[in-house]
């Protein structure tokens, strides 16, 4: 398996690295991880970054200071919960004011959710929204629940998506019929709403975290 034969020094950068997001929102810098390690050189760090990254526990991203990832593999391996960003929260109603895109808080997923089949399916590209709102009331989702969201660029008629427009970010259920699509609220109190070229999706629900059963 991926996970054998890592060092104590390897694991000690691995539990550095969660330390680090769970603490302060965001992966160790090479200059955390220097001064953690008791190394001079960012290529010090760069050879355990790429150890951890080749044996399935990290994930890095090109470009991206702080980019690194803990994979499941990771988490079992510090015997941890996963950690999943949580970006603020998203209307259930009206669109409201964007969630930020800078992830400074994280929520923890116990590990019955990750037995969930639609959450092993979803790899590690997942973030945490509170709804705010009662136009998905018919759906399950009221207002304050805790969703969980898959990141994706495909979608299909009926999935519950978070939108975002100038206006803010919205949660609706994405409708595709008769060569149209729109929002579609689950409330009759509420309008549907159209898709315009400016609509971007930043992801579809996969599991409402408040109603499950763990």
């Given at each position: 398996m991926k996970q054998k034969n890592i060092t104590l020094k390897q694991k000690k950068v691995l539990e550095f690295i969660y330390k680090a997001i769970k603490?302060?929102?965001?992966?160790?810098?090479?200059?955390?991880?220097?001064?953690?390690?008791?190394?001079?050189?960012?290529?010090?760090?760069?050879?355990?970054?790429?150890?951890?990254?080749?044996?399935g526990l990290i994930k890095r991203e090109e470009g991206q200071a702080r980019g690194i990832k803990i994979l499941r593999l990771g988490y079992k391996i510090l015997g941890k919960e996963q950690l999943v960003p949580y970006a603020g929260t998203s209307s259930a109603g009206a669109y409201i004011e964007s969630f930020t895109s800078v992830f400074e808080r994280w929520s923890v997923l116990p590990g019955e959710v990750l037995k969930n089949e639609?959450?092993?399916?979803?790899?590690?590209?997942?973030?945490?929204?509170?709804?705010?709102?009662?136009?998905?009331?018919?759906?399950?989702?009221?207002?304050?629940?805790?969703?969980?969201?898959?990141?994706?660029?495909?979608?299909?008629?009926?999935?519950?998506?978070?939108?975002?427009?100038d206006d803010g970010t919205t949660v609706k259920k994405f409708v595709a019929e008769e060569g149209r699509t729109y929002l579609k609220p689950e409330n009759p109190a509420y309008k549907n709403i159209p898709i315009f070229?400016?609509?971007?999706?930043?992801?579809?629900?996969?599991l409402n975290l408040t109603k499950i059963n763990i």
């Open positions: 603490n302060s929102g965001f992966p160790p810098s090479f200059a955390d991880l220097k001064e953690s390690l008791k190394v001079s050189s960012n290529q010090s760090v760069l050879n355990f970054l790429k150890s951890l990254e080749k044996k639609k959450v092993r399916m979803s790899d590690e590209d997942v973030f945490v929204i509170q709804v705010h709102g009662d136009s998905m009331i018919n759906a399950g989702i009221d207002d304050g629940d805790m969703l969980l969201i898959k990141k994706t660029n495909e979608y299909k008629n009926g999935d519950i998506v978070v939108a975002r427009s070229p400016e609509t971007i999706f930043e992801g579809k629900i996969i």
